[in-house]
């Protein structure tokens, strides 16, 4: 028996990125008269986003609409922890900012923006066939824990 693909549903799939989460923003003009993104970040972000899904998803790529959590993970500045002796500890300073909020991590939407191409197919990604299927989207940035690699967790839930 055989079973029609349009038929079958994808399962929600969790997975955890390594790496530098990179905001899709403005492009700019090349010396040759080419446009490219601005921030040379952003490449290997979408790259680290499909090795993941490469290696962490088996099922079916998602054609409908879907439900995507992102979760943004960004180191703490050094200068954020206390230190004694010289030597930086895990404590942090009492002004340390709880959110993270720095313009040096970018806009929350221009980093949805690199997500969610990184996990579309129409931009070499492999979860969804486009990111339009996004219909409802959940995003947050934070610093990581102590010992915690940045990065992003990315949840997608078909609908």
């Not at 055989?2 to 003009?29: D, H």
């Not at 439900?67 to 002004?95: A, C, M």
Request: contains cysteine; glycine residues 8%.
């Amino acid at each position: 028996m055989t079973v029609n693909p349009a038929i079958v549903q994808a399962e929600p799939f969790s997975m955890r990125v390594n790496g530098l989460a990179a905001p899709q923003g403005s492009k700019v003009l090349t010396r040759w008269g080419g446009m490219k993104e601005a921030s040379a970040n952003v490449m290997p972000w979408r790259e680290a986003i499909k090795a993941a899904v490469q290696t962490q998803y088996n099922g079916i790529m998602m054609t409908g609409p879907v439900e995507v959590s992102v979760e943004f993970i960004f180191q703490r500045p050094k200068g954020h922890y206390k230190t004694k002796n010289g030597v930086v500890s895990e404590q942090l300073k009492d002004w340390a900012p709880i959110h993270c909020e720095s313009s040096r991590h970018g806009d929350i939407d221009k980093l949805c923006r690199s997500t969610l191409d990184g996990l579309a197919a129409k931009s070499g990604g492999q979860l969804i066939a486009d990111d339009s299927q996004v219909v409802m989207l959940i995003a947050r940035k934070r610093y990581a824990n102590v010992q915690e690699p940045a990065g992003a967790m990315i949840a997608v839930k078909p609908l």
